[in-house]
């Protein structure tokens, strides 16, 4: 059955238990499912008549919600309409977490006679909440010498939300030096890996900065970016280099012993112990 586009199960099932004192109890049970995030009072479901009760023997028979393991009021009862309202903010994932399947649980109680009806709750994810990065700025440090094709893995972005809604893709901005992978792992998480797509040259680039963007699948489509900051190390890739290819000198035959005779000088490009 559809109420206002909502999806609702109906489970019938009574069970009369007459007592001594004329007590009844009557256990029904109902099932509605709808999305995270309604507006208070938005309506769930109609559910006096998913159950068959009379609508103006709510009031005195003290109809209420009451949630199981649950102290927060998250729907209610309007006795006026029978209608199944949201009473509070309701969050999937602070119910649930990454659970597949997000099921609250509660019940429908009256009185004159006692009467319970069980009321599940699949509450659906909507796409709430944007991919995130466990660090805003990722730093690697690769050394100029490392060939084409080597690979550095990037940790994966994470999404509260879940299916569809979670992180689907990556995407790496364009570059000189990189370009990127995606991989799924057993448990069926995205990720990402960069893959050195040019031979890195420290003397031409010292350090780059590459920019990730994490997207999901939902609508709209939510995203979250990382920077990737490099340092390239240095490689002995370079050989001293003399000022001049001929040096060339006038010296008298009666020079004295520790004479100057003629200065040369040499650089290398690389660094540290590299370019001594």
């Known amino acids: 059955m559809e109420y206002n586009g909502l999806q609702v199960n109906i489970f019938c099932g009574s069970l009369f238990l007459l007592l001594g004192l004329g007590l009844q109890i009557c256990y029904g049970d109902v099932s509605y499912s709808f999305p995270e995030e309604m507006k208070r009072g938005s309506v769930i479901g109609n559910i006096a008549k998913d ?5 103006n023997r709510l009031p005195p028979r003290k109809a209420r919600i009451v949630l199981e393991g649950n102290r927060k009021r998250y729907c209610e009862i309007n006795v ?15 119910l649930c977490g990454a659970k597949i399947s997000c099921i609250l649980k509660c019940e429908l109680v009256l009185e004159d006679p006692l009467e319970s009806h069980r ?12 991919p995130v990065f466990p660090k805003d700025a990722v730093k690697l440090e690769i050394r100029e010498s490392a060939p084409k094709g080597s690979r550095y893995r990037i940790n994966a972005a994470r999404d509260a939300d879940i299916g569809q809604n979670a992180v689907q893709n990556y995407i790496l901005h364009k570059n000189n030096y990189f370009a990127l992978n995606v991989l799924t792992n057993s448990v069926g998480t995205k990720y990402s890996e960069i893959m050195l797509d040019r031979e890195l040259d420290r003397e031409e680039q010292q350090e780059l900065t590459l920019l990730l963007t994490a997207v999901d699948g939902g609508s709209p489509q939510r995203s979250g970016t990382a920077v990737i900051q490099i340092t390239v ?7 001293p280099v003399f000022s001049q290819a001929v040096y060339e000198a006038t010296l008298p035959e009666n020079s004295l012993i520790d004479t100057v005779v003629v200065t040369v000088s040499a650089t290398d490009a690389d660094e540290g112990i590299n370019g001594k």
């Open 80 to 94: 006026g309409t029978g209608e199944l309202v949201v009473a509070d903010r309701i969050d999937r994932e602070e």
């Open 119 to 130: 009321i599940s709750l699949q509450i659906q994810d909507i796409n709430d909440n944007p």
């Open 51 to 55: 159950l068959g009760l009379q609508v």
């Open 233 to 239: 190390l240095d490689a002995n890739d370079n050989a």
